[in-house]
């Protein structure tokens, strides 16, 4: 399709989606740079809306952030909330940079606007935990996570970082293997569980040694 229309933004946008998903991430900016670059004629009436616009910038800043550029995704995630204050997801972004920067104030002003979504209350209970974990706060955090876990099979998110904070405190590590083989199961091409488990795995055997 992209070799016959290749400035179709459909196309384009689809594109950069699943390149984005199998973190060909080279490929995948290059696409949703273009379409913030395709003139306004070439979109046709009911397309999705913010294709053109904070769609692309969005998925440009979780690129950024999968690649360590927290700078980069800020700036393209304060442009998607100042075009749309309504997108939580450039709001969990946001907050998601305070964690990884432990900038608390940052993710004090962030986290109201994800909670304010209901949709987005499992990501608010994670960045919390998140929060509870970097000030070593185990029991918040496990108290935070774990009826998520146990509500939700597919909640993976809520699992990696349970399993983070049960290594952490080394008070549980069968629970993390078990933790990481559920997100295994569930998303079998999760690039975070293969190094963890080799360290789980590595930790038990520790524990085990006379």
């Known amino acids: 399709g992209r070799r016959a229309y290749p400035d179709d933004p459909e196309l384009l946008f689809r594109e950069g989606v699943l390149r984005r998903e199998l ?25 999705l809306q913010g294709i053109g616009s904070y769609l692309p910038r969005h998925n440009l800043a979780v690129i950024y952030r999968e690649q360590g550029r927290l700078a980069d995704a800020e700036t393209y995630w304060r442009a998607v909330v100042q075009e749309r204050p ?3 997801e450039g709001w969990v972004g946001l907050a998601d940079l305070a964690v990884a ?13 994800v909670e304010a979504d209901p949709r987005r209350a499992i990501e608010a209970a994670i960045l919390r935990a998140r929060r ?22 597919r909640a993976t998110g809520a699992r990696l970082v349970l399993c983070h904070v049960l290594v952490e405190e080394g008070t549980d590590l069968a629970t993390a293997e078990r933790l990481l083989l559920e997100i ?10 293969p190094h963890n488990l080799a360290v789980v795995r590595q930790l038990r055997q520790r524990q085990a040694r006379p």
């Open 23 to 47: 973190r060909d991430f080279a490929r995948a900016e290059a696409c949703f740079r273009r379409l913030l670059e395709v003139p306004a004629a070439a979109y046709a009436f009911g397309l």
């Open 86 to 88: 309504d997108f939580t």
């Open 132 to 153: 509870c974990l970097a000030q070593r706060d185990f029991a918040g955090a496990r108290a935070l996570l774990q009826p998520i876990v146990r509500q939700n099979p």
């Open 184 to 193: 295994q199961a569930v998303e079998p091409h999760n690039p975070h569980v």
């Open 101 to 113: 920067r432990q900038d608390w104030r940052a993710l004090d002003s962030f986290l109201p606007r």
